[in-house]
């Protein structure tokens, strides 16, 4: 096997060949945009009087707008005809002033309907989303980075929340105003409507185009922006360090480098969208040209009325516009899309079964065995290779090996955070494969290296291993970690928020809070992560001594670096190089002078530097 | 299965005595005849059960017992306790809100309190506003002091729509 990685090849369309922009095999040339409309559409289903409501709105604005100008023709055509009567006059004046406040009520109902749609759809999905996730195994979260889930839950609902409140609504509103314009221009003169047409191709030309260097403009912008934002976060976050190196200058040019970047690319945005709304502008007045031709010269041949002639006027404004929202949506609805592709192929991936039917697992002993164990998280490359070994319940074991040699892993697929490749874990002489999912991970609890806590109460975050615990028994377990006391001294006890992932708590007060956790869930089998590994020496004495508590009466694996943490425990595994080398007690293992001798020379020569 | 010690933490609460000592300060006897002068009282959780689960600390900030509820203490050092608690959590209690103005993420409040008018700043937060239950609401402002609104449907109407405008 070769030491260093192969570089990544690029992953390309199977269709067209295009470079894919994410490693998911969605090209966003080739999707099929029907079949992911159709399947966006069943989140519609439970809201289908809002939707036909939605319909029905978008209908009557359009033949509102459609009758006003309608309606200015009469009166032009009447005014101008002797003897019109004034009563008349008043009623064609109501008609347009209905017709204006149809359209105001129609477009107040839109906005309501489409956005309350919007956000409830994709509050919908959001959910689905979320819910699939949280349930999917290690290993396809292993595969899709916190940035990509990120981007999946913020900017890919934001588009298709954008489509759906606004561009989809945009869109039918669009086609059905086009036909509706068509349709009384044709009736009206159908010479002026062959005039009124000639632009046309050239606007939808000049928006296709355009609209593409205008998106670009802006996504530059906003990346712009995100670098500056970064860069501002980084520089005062990280601000001892810049003042302890003296690099404030160097700060303030990488400063004034995205500061700059931010300053052309808002220029250029500003630009490019001068620049093509100009153009559909001057396009649009061509038609003006024409029509003032075609249409005066019609009025002067007496085969069209002056009031025809400004209604088609009104009108040509009217069908210019659709045209060029049509671009804008078509790019809205391919941004929707591939962000409807990518959520459908996160929601169709297969998730845990943590309730499959399985053997119940209600009091175990806690004998555990791992036989002929092998597993790599790349299928090639194994971490572990033939593991095996057996653990008395209630037995103390301290793995400890280099860093990488799988020692996390063990206790990973203990967990059944992964399966095996080869061989098979027993608990209490049964396969965990044979078990229910939530019923192991119920009785195998893990405090991990890097504790995470939840933003919240530290109450809440010791409840979060087993939610239907009494207030005594959450305080019985953070006595038992050594938690009560520092509790206590804060103003708001058990109350008190820990601020997002814990920030708000020292290491080794987050550590116990940890402990106190996976003390709740009342474990047969826990494990410890190099549960002490990251704290000074007096959280480190108050972390040990609340796990020498906790150790009892439990199969308990510590994961350790310091040989402090392993020495008084019962047995102890040595890992190198996915496999286990040596077994056996402290004082055993060092009289062998293998490789645990060696961690013990080592870790004297460190404790004499320091 | 190994059980929790859910109970060991409440001490029966008979048979403890509280006094004051010469200096003032509390003075703590356990049945056994043990005592400690300096007692400090805590509540375990101040703002979701301010009258369970209360603590008394020696000098040293230890544990040295803790009873499930106030009322479990015989009147007299009840009061004690009380006393001690007032002096430990000092919280204004918000009987009237007279002005709310919302400001880039920052509020300005006016209100009449217990102790009387109160003019004071919060940043729109969660950890500067926090709701204890559906209708209680805890105020930090940004000099730390603590206000709170036991229940804001008891308030006056206009109190309730103003933060009902600008909480809710």
Known sequence: ?610 | MTELPATALATNAKGIRLSRTPGGHLLLTLPDGKSFAGTRVVRAAPLSQPSHHICFLDSDGHEIFMVRDLSDLALEDRLLVEEELRKRYITSVIRRVISLRREGGTLYWETETDRGFREFVVQSSDESIRWLGERSLLLIDVDGNRLTVPDISALDRASARILADNLI
Not at chain 1, 422 to 434: K, P, S
Not at chain 1, 490 to 507: A, F, K, T
């Open chain 1, 1 to 610: 096997m070769s030491d260093f990685l192969e570089p990544a090849p690029a992953v390309r369309c199977q269709s067209c060949r295009r470079l894919l922009p994410e490693k998911n095999g969605v090209c966003p040339k080739c999707l099929d945009r029907w079949a992911t409309v159709r399947a966006l559409f069943q989140y519609l289903a439970p809201y289908r009087l809002p939707v036909l409501s939605l319909v029905a709105v978008l209908a009557a604005s359009i033949a509102a707008e459609l009758a006003a100008p309608l309606a200015i023709r009469q009166i032009l055509d009447r005014i101008v005809a002797p003897g019109m009567a004034l009563r008349a006059l008043a009623w064609l004046v109501g008609i347009l002033l209905a017709a204006r406040l149809a359209m105001w009520l129609c477009e107040t109902a839109r906005g309501r309907l489409s956005v309350w749609l919007g956000h409830r759809v994709t509050a919908d999905i959001r959910y689905t989303l979320f819910e699939r996730v949280v349930r999917f195994p290690m290993r396809s979260i292993d595969g899709l980075s916190t940035a990509t889930l990120l981007s999946r839950f913020v900017n890919d609902i934001a588009r298709l929340e954008e489509f759906l409140g606004s561009g989809a609504p945009l869109l039918v509103m669009s086609a059905l105003l086009l036909a509706g314009i068509l349709g009384v221009l044709l009736y009206l003169s159908p010479s002026l409507t062959a005039a009124i047409l000639l632009p046309v191709p050239l606007i939808s030309l000049w928006t296709w185009f355009l609209w593409k260097r205008l998106r670009t403009a802006q996504d530059k912008q906003s990346s712009s922006l995100a670098s500056l934002s970064v860069q501002v976060s980084e520089s005062l976050s990280g601000i001892r360090v810049v003042k302890a190196f003296c690099q404030e200058d160097g700060e303030y040019q990488r400063f004034l480098q995205c500061n700059d970047r931010v300053r052309r690319t808002s220029a250029e945005a500003e630009q490019e969208s001068f620049v093509f709304f100009t153009v559909i502008y001057f396009l649009m007045n061509t038609g003006l040209f024409l029509i003032w031709f075609i249409g005066g010269r019609q009025v002067l041949q007496s085969t069209l009325t002056v009031g025809s002639l400004l209604a088609a006027v009104s009108y040509l404004w009217m069908l210019y516009w659709p045209l060029q929202w049509f671009g804008q949506v078509s790019n809205s609805l391919n941004q929707a899309m591939t962000g409807a592709v990518q959520f459908f192929e996160l929601t169709d991936s297969p998730v845990e079964e943590r309730s499959v039917p399985g053997l119940p697992m209600r009091s175990i002993q806690g004998l555990v065995c791992f036989e002929n164990v092998t597993f790599g998280y790349n299928a090639n490359r194994p971490v572990l290779n033939e593991i095996n070994f057996q653990v008395e319940p209630g037995e103390v074991i301290g793995i400890i090996g280099r860093s990488g040699t799988g020692k996390t892993t063990l206790m990973n697929l203990l967990c059944r955070f992964y399966e095996t490749d080869r061989g098979a874990i027993l608990i209490d002489g049964v396969d965990i494969r044979d078990y229910r999912l939530d019923e192991v991970r119920k009785q195998v609890a893990i405090v991990p290296q890097e504790t995470f806590l939840f933003n919240g109460t530290i109450e809440e975050n010791i409840r979060y291993g087993r939610s239907d615990a009494t207030f005594e028994e959450i305080v019985a377990a953070a006595r038992m970690a050594n938690a009560h006391q520092f509790i206590l001294g804060r103003v708001d006890g058990y109350d008190s928020l820990v601020g997002p992932g814990g920030d708000r708590l020292s290491g080794g007060e987050r550590q116990r809070i940890a402990i106190a956790r996976a003390i709740l869930a009342n474990p047969r089998i826990l494990i410890l992560d190099e549960a002490t590994s990251s704290l000074d020496v007096e959280s480190e004495l108050a972390v040990q001594r609340a796990l020498a508590r906790v150790a009892r009466n439990r199969t308990t694996f510590i994961i350790a670096h310091r040989l402090s943490t392993i020495r008084n425990v019962d047995r102890l595994l040595v890992v190198d190089r996915g496999r286990v080398v040596e077994t056996g007690t402290y004082d055993e293992l060092l009289a062998r002078m293998g490789l645990l001798w060696e961690f013990a020379n080592a870790y004297a020569e460190t404790r004499d530097l320091q």
